[in-house]
């Protein structure tokens, strides 16, 4: 089983839905789209064949990651990722769904809430007549959506209705010469928390927290528990600290297992552990292989039978999303090695050469 010993926990979006429903022709992109722009009085998109190529293009491009990462091209951008699966009419809604977030006469989202709403007022920006979606699977398992927009909305001092509507209703705003817009993008949607977890307003992270969550997943597989390491913890918090400014999933490549996770509007210690212990569905013990197309080695690591201390930590970052780092020690996920240790191993695969490679990407 080759996966590394650096656990990357990247909670972005689980799909609900079951993948025989999904559907991305163009007219499952567009109605969305255009029902949410009737909503507001405004016209239709058209599919675009060349933005449809230029999306294409670049979800090839990110099939070896599945990075958020953006075109940096001239069109409007939504970027979307999912496992297990993501289609283009649940993708779109998402972005709808911050609706609730924007308020039209200040045009501004929710005050002081941390809440985003860019994606939804490109969806429905007014002066954005031509559409192109695209959808890839990438080589870890996970869906990946981009739409781009021509014209680009959400430029700086605009508003999505039109200049009718700004000049109503900021006649003193000068409008900048060359306005830059916002490329946006969505990773984790609040929504889908709040129908998984409708109690995360109530969220705890204390050390307990993280640990009880950590051991009860080995207990049931008859792993010692885990203790909380002070050193660790001060690991993660530094490094979760050096991550405020993006929240970005980026490993602080240390000498600790690792795993990583981030979640807006909210993510708890339990809810953050739970998404990889989850994982246990797509582990086979007896080959040590993850299920085809799955994920499985955050899963694994947390239940390293040689990893006995943890660490974790938890911030907010300025986009107003939610960070979490756990670290372990000593490090899982060797290559060659089974969670549950060498007796395992041994047992089930008496003719394999156990000698540890070194950690490569902790």
Same mark, same amino acid.
């Given at each position: 089983?080759? *996966? ?12 609900? $839905?079951? #993948? #025989? ?55 409007? %951008? ?6 297990? @699966? ?40 007014? /002066? ?19 739409? &781009? ?13 039109? @200049? ?12 900048? #010469? ?56 001060? *690991?993660?918090? /530094? ?18 297992? %690792?795993?990583?996770?981030?979640? $807006?509007?909210?993510?708890?210690? /339990? ?11 797509? *582990? @086979? ?32 970052? &300025? ?13 899982? &996920? ?7 240790? %060498? ?17 490569? @990407?902790?």
């Amino acid at each position: 089983m080759k *996966y590394s010993n650096l656990v990357a926990c990247f909670i972005i979006i689980f799909s609900i $839905f079951h #993948s #025989s429903q999904a559907q991305y022709s163009p007219e499952d992109y567009l109605i969305p789209h255009n029902e949410a722009r009737r909503q507001v009085g405004v016209g239709p998109m058209t599919w675009n064949d060349t933005l449809v190529a230029f999306a294409q293009n670049y979800a090839n491009q990110r099939i070896g990651d599945c990075g958020m990462i953006h075109s940096h091209g001239p069109y409007g %951008e939504c970027l979307a990722a999912a496992f297990p @699966d993501l289609n283009a009419s649940y993708a779109v809604k998402m972005w709808v769904d911050e609706k609730e977030w924007y308020d039209f006469k200040s045009n501004t989202c929710a005050s002081g809430s941390g809440q985003v709403c860019g994606h939804y007022t490109q969806v429905i920006w007014r /002066n954005s007549v031509r559409l192109g979606c695209a959808r890839d699977r990438c080589n870890n398992g996970w869906y990946f959506i981009t739409c &781009n927009y021509d014209p680009p909305g959400n430029y700086i001092g605009q508003r999505p209705l039109g @200049d009718v509507e700004a000049a109503a209703e900021q006649p003193s705003s000068d409008s900048p #010469s060359k306005p830059q817009f916002m490329n946006i993008w969505i990773k984790f949607i609040h929504q889908l928390l709040r129908k998984i977890k409708p109690s995360l307003g109530y969220a705890q992270n204390s050390p307990q927290d993280y640990l009880n969550a950590h051991n009860e997943a080995r207990r049931e597989v008859g792993v010692g528990p885990l203790t909380w390491d002070n050193r660790l913890a001060a *690991y993660a918090q /530094n490094y979760a600290n050096q991550r405020i400014g993006d929240c970005g999933m980026i490993h602080s490549h240390g000498p600790y297992g %690792e795993c990583l996770a981030f979640a $807006f509007p909210d993510l708890d210690a /339990n809810y953050a552990v739970k998404l990889w212990i989850d994982e246990k569905q797509s *582990y @086979d013990f007896k080959s040590n292989t993850c299920a085809p197309g799955q994920v499985c080695g955050h899963y694994t690591q947390v239940i390293w039978r040689n990893s006995v201390r943890l660490g974790c930590a938890r911030v907010q970052c &300025n986009n107003g999303w939610y960070f979490i780092t756990c670290n372990y020690d000593p490090p899982g &996920n060797y290559i060659g090695q089974r969670p549950l240790g %060498e007796v395992e191993t041994e047992a089930e695969q008496p003719s394999y050469d156990f000698t540890s490679e070194p950690p490569t @990407d902790v």
